[in-house]
């Protein structure tokens, strides 16, 4: 028994150090490719972008993958986060650079996950398409609130926010958030918050407390969302409020769709590559707006069971198989 | 005497609000979804009216009956193709779709007619009225008797006709009414030509007060009609005309009297607070959960 459990725990421990291992090597391997000119400049002045968009679409993927609750409006809680920082950095002038960018995120954080918490608070009664009208109701007010006042610039935004963040700053929040959701995902709390999504009657006839785990959800998605945008706002120095708006909430959001569904290393692709091809075809103009909404109608179609089983069908032809799987028992929703 | 001019400016914007989220409501009561290229539809109305008045020289009439039309046909096509091989699939994948038709369409529209907003003066020349100081001018009063002809037509054909009780129908349940005989894919169909003509008619109503074409001019007015049928409560036809209006003049009031650029945080905010107080909207059913 004791052999046993000393197996699993150098198992765990074998496992934690590859993990380690992997995520220093991933470091070293972009750092140096980034150092070395192996990418391009272009792709060079990517890697924050991506790696911002991987801390939003991972932190979002928890309310979305993880609770299934639809959210409009994550980048709300990225600008909470970029303006509270960067109100904080060029405010508070006295600290030195590295404590004071330290406090910036952390109040980046907080702040959002304080607003969170307030959005997640309608989520007591409401589910589905009405929550996530209120998310988006709840960025747009973020927004024109914040174009009015004016510690945060008004239309005119923010400049001359300190560069604190680097590669470095952005790749250790970006992994602290993958670990955090992977953890969540398989911890006691994730199995909670999965069961809200699977069917939240018989999760709360099991005892789930789930208005509470539906908040945690809420909260912890908005806090790294915060995060993020204080990352943001340390790389490009500059805010408008219109960076922030119902977009780039859309945007996040397909890269969690498309990667599938609180699927976190499917996001991570999806986010690297719909943060990049864009970029990267940047010299066709308006055609590339309109590959991108080509792209994402024929990926939905051909990703829809409908589709999945014609297709299926048409390979089954040319391929005779031996064995045809049993089909499993749809689901039905949204049907009553 | 400025307190009755706001409301008739918030009735008037209340009305093309409503319009749009009849459109929102209809398809979301039958097909369960969030049809996020209504927006467009509206942008797509704006800029066929232009093309058959500036362009073709058409008279307005003609005009305006062709560009419904083509507003319909682009609603069905869109329900056929990119809609329709969903039907079974999670609301999230046909949420993405939809987004990803109204890129399409601004996208189009952006290829077509470039960025720059076009100038188009109104073709509706009705003269103002004045009722003791109060003027109101001929595009209120042509969006008023337009909204509320399409409002009592819509009653009716809803209430009085086959095809509208076969919606309500499929409205109420699906799988039901396919064993009663009715033709659930043609009833949806028709459910998205109706949206898609209601949205014509909005767009031409919207271009005609804010004369000015853009490719994502659709964007604004979509999600605030959404917000609005959300108001009223999704599904309810009533409900999304009583949320339009009061959407408009509850936006009019707080421009004037409150502040321009806090006005849509108000309604937001509005809306919030009703869904605290009444989670399916104003007039929305309650619906208890079977497990």
């Given at each position: 028994?004791?052999?046993?459990?000393?197996?699993?725990?150098?198992?765990?421990?074998?496992?934690?150090?590859?993990?380690?291992?992997?995520?220093?090597?991933?470091?070293?391997?972009?750092?140096?490719?980034?150092?070395?000119?192996?990418?391009?400049?272009?792709?060079?002045?990517?890697?924050?972008?991506?790696?911002?968009?991987?801390?939003?679409?991972?932190?979002?993927?928890?309310?979305?993958?993880?609770?299934?609750?639809?959210?409009?409006?994550?980048?709300?809680?990225?600008?909470?986060?970029?303006?509270?920082?960067?109100?904080?950095?060029?405010?508070?002038?006295?600290?030195?650079?590295?404590?004071?960018?330290?406090?910036?995120?952390?109040?980046?954080?907080?702040?959002?996950?304080?607003?969170?918490?307030?959005?997640?608070?309608?989520?007591?009664?409401?589910?589905?398409?009405?929550?996530?009208?209120?998310?988006?109701?709840?960025?747009?007010?973020?927004?024109?609130?914040?174009?009015?006042?004016?510690?945060?610039?008004?239309?005119?935004?923010?400049?001359?926010?300190?560069?604190?963040?680097?590669?470095?700053?952005?790749?250790?929040?970006?992994?602290?958030?993958?670990?955090?959701?992977?953890?969540?995902?398989?911890?006691?709390?994730?199995?909670?918050?999965?069961?809200?999504?699977?069917?939240?009657?018989?999760?709360?006839?099991?005892?789930?407390?789930?208005?509470?785990?539906?908040?945690?959800?809420?909260?912890?998605?908005?806090?790294?969302?915060?995060?993020?945008?204080?990352?943001?706002?340390?790389?490009?120095?500059?805010?408008?409020?219109?960076?922030?708006?119902?977009?780039?909430?859309?945007?996040?959001?397909?890269?969690?769709?498309?990667?599938?569904?609180?699927?976190?290393?499917?996001?991570?692709?999806?986010?690297?590559?719909?943060?990049?091809?864009?970029?990267?075809?940047?010299?066709?103009?308006?055609?590339?707006?309109?590959?991108?909404?080509?792209?994402?109608?024929?990926?939905?179609?051909?990703?829809?069971?409908?589709?999945?089983?014609?297709?299926?069908?048409?390979?089954?032809?040319?391929?005779?198989?031996?064995?045809?799987?049993?089909?499993?028992?749809?689901?039905?929703?949204?049907?009553? | 005497?400025?307190?009755?001019?706001?409301?008739?400016?918030?009735?008037?914007?209340?009305?093309?609000?409503?319009?749009?989220?009849?459109?929102?409501?209809?398809?979301?009561?039958?097909?369960?979804?969030?049809?996020?290229?209504?927006?467009?539809?509206?942008?797509?109305?704006?800029?066929s009216l232009y093309i058959f008045i500036a362009k073709v020289n058409l008279p307005p009439v003609v005009a305006v009956i062709l560009t419904m039309l083509v507003c319909t046909i682009l609603g069905i096509t869109i329900e056929k193709?990119?809609?329709?091989?969903?039907?079974?699939?999670?609301?999230?994948?046909?949420?993405?779709?939809?987004?990803?038709?109204?890129?399409?369409?601004?996208?189009?529209?952006?290829?077509?007619?470039?960025?720059?907003?076009?100038?188009?003066?109104?073709?509706?020349?009705?003269?103002?009225?004045?009722?003791?100081?109060?003027?109101?001018?001929?595009?209120?009063?042509?969006?008023?008797?337009?909204?509320?002809?399409?409002?009592?037509?819509?009653?009716?054909?809803?209430?009085?006709?086959?095809?509208?009780?076969?919606?309500?129908?499929?409205?109420?349940?699906?799988?039901?009414?396919?064993?009663?005989?009715?033709n659930v894919n043609r009833t949806i169909s028709i459910t998205f030509a109706i949206g898609s003509m209601l949205a014509a008619i909005a767009g031409i109503l919207f271009i005609s007060q804010y004369t000015s074409l853009r490719p994502?001019?659709?964007?604004?007015?979509?999600?605030?009609?959404?917000?609005?049928?959300?108001?009223?409560?999704?599904?309810?036809?009533?409900?999304?005309?009583?949320?339009?209006?009061?959407?408009?003049?509850?936006?009019?009031?707080?421009?004037?009297?409150?502040?321009?650029?806090?006005?849509?945080?108000i309604v937001f905010g509005i809306l919030v607070l009703v869904l605290l107080v009444k989670p399916s909207g104003l007039l929305g059913k309650n619906r208890i959960e079977k497990v």
């Amino acid at each position: 028994m004791n052999g046993m459990e000393k197996k699993g725990n150098r198992n765990v421990l074998i496992k934690s150090v590859i993990a380690l291992a992997a995520i220093i090597l991933g470091y070293v391997a972009v750092y140096y490719m980034m150092e070395g000119g192996i990418l391009s400049r272009q792709m060079t002045s990517l890697i924050p972008r991506i790696g911002i968009n991987i801390i939003l679409a991972v932190s979002l993927s928890i309310t979305v993958g993880f609770l299934g609750e639809l959210s409009l409006g994550h980048a709300g809680f990225m600008a909470i986060g970029a303006y509270a920082s960067a109100i904080f950095t060029t405010q508070a002038a006295g600290l030195p650079g590295f404590l004071s960018f330290v406090f910036a995120l952390i109040i980046g954080g907080v702040m959002a996950a304080l607003f969170g918490v307030l959005t997640g608070i309608p989520v007591l009664r409401l589910r589905g398409d009405y929550l996530a009208i209120v998310t988006l109701a709840f960025t747009e007010i973020i927004r024109s609130v914040i174009n009015t006042m004016s510690i945060t610039g008004g239309a005119m935004g923010l400049s001359s926010i300190p560069e604190y963040a680097n590669y470095t700053w952005i790749y250790i929040f970006g992994i602290l958030t993958i670990l955090v959701a992977v953890n969540l995902k398989k911890s006691r709390h994730g199995r909670a918050i999965l069961s809200v999504r699977e069917n939240y009657v018989a999760a709360e006839a099991m005892g789930i407390p789930v208005t509470k785990f539906k908040i945690l959800a809420f909260t912890v998605a908005a806090f790294f969302a915060g995060i993020a945008g204080a990352l943001y706002a340390h790389t490009y120095s500059v805010l408008r409020p219109g960076n922030f708006d119902y977009n780039k909430s859309i945007d996040i959001l397909i890269f969690v769709v498309l990667g599938g569904m609180g699927n976190i290393p499917g996001t991570i692709v999806a986010t690297i590559l719909l943060t990049y091809l864009p970029e990267k075809f940047r010299e066709f103009g308006d055609y590339r707006m309109l590959t991108y909404a080509l792209a994402l109608i024929i990926i939905m179609l051909l990703n829809s069971g409908e589709m999945k089983e014609k297709i299926k069908g048409f390979f089954r032809k040319i391929v005779p198989q031996g064995k045809v799987k049993p089909k499993k028992l749809q689901e039905k929703k949204g049907e009553h | 005497m400025e307190f009755i001019e706001q409301l008739i400016n918030g009735l008037r914007s209340g009305s093309i609000f409503a319009l749009i989220a009849i459109g929102y409501t209809m398809v979301y009561g039958i097909a369960k979804m969030i049809n996020f290229a209504h927006g467009d539809i509206i942008m797509v109305g704006a800029y066929s009216l232009y093309i058959f008045i500036a362009k073709v020289n058409l008279p307005p009439v003609v005009a305006v009956i062709l560009t419904m039309l083509v507003c319909t046909i682009l609603g069905i096509t869109i329900e056929k193709v990119a809609y329709k091989p969903l039907r079974k699939a999670p609301s999230l994948a046909v949420l993405i779709t939809a987004i990803g038709v109204s890129y399409l369409l601004q996208s189009l529209a952006l290829l077509i007619f470039k960025a720059t907003p076009i100038p188009f003066s109104s073709f509706i020349e009705v003269p103002a009225l004045q009722i003791g100081k109060i003027t109101i001018s001929g595009i209120t009063i042509v969006t008023f008797l337009v909204t509320t002809v399409c409002m009592i037509l819509l009653t009716l054909f809803i209430n009085r006709t086959k095809i509208g009780s076969a919606m309500r129908a499929v409205s109420e349940d699906k799988q039901a009414a396919q064993l009663m005989g009715i033709n659930v894919n043609r009833t949806i169909s028709i459910t998205f030509a109706i949206g898609s003509m209601l949205a014509a008619i909005a767009g031409i109503l919207f271009i005609s007060q804010y004369t000015s074409l853009r490719p994502t001019l659709g964007t604004l007015p979509g999600i605030k009609a959404f917000v609005a049928a959300v108001f009223g409560g999704i599904g309810s036809i009533p409900g999304a005309m009583l949320g339009g209006l009061l959407l408009g003049v509850i936006e009019s009031l707080s421009k004037a009297y409150i502040s321009t650029e806090l006005a849509d945080a108000i309604v937001f905010g509005i809306l919030v607070l009703v869904l605290l107080v009444k989670p399916s909207g104003l007039l929305g059913k309650n619906r208890i959960e079977k497990v």
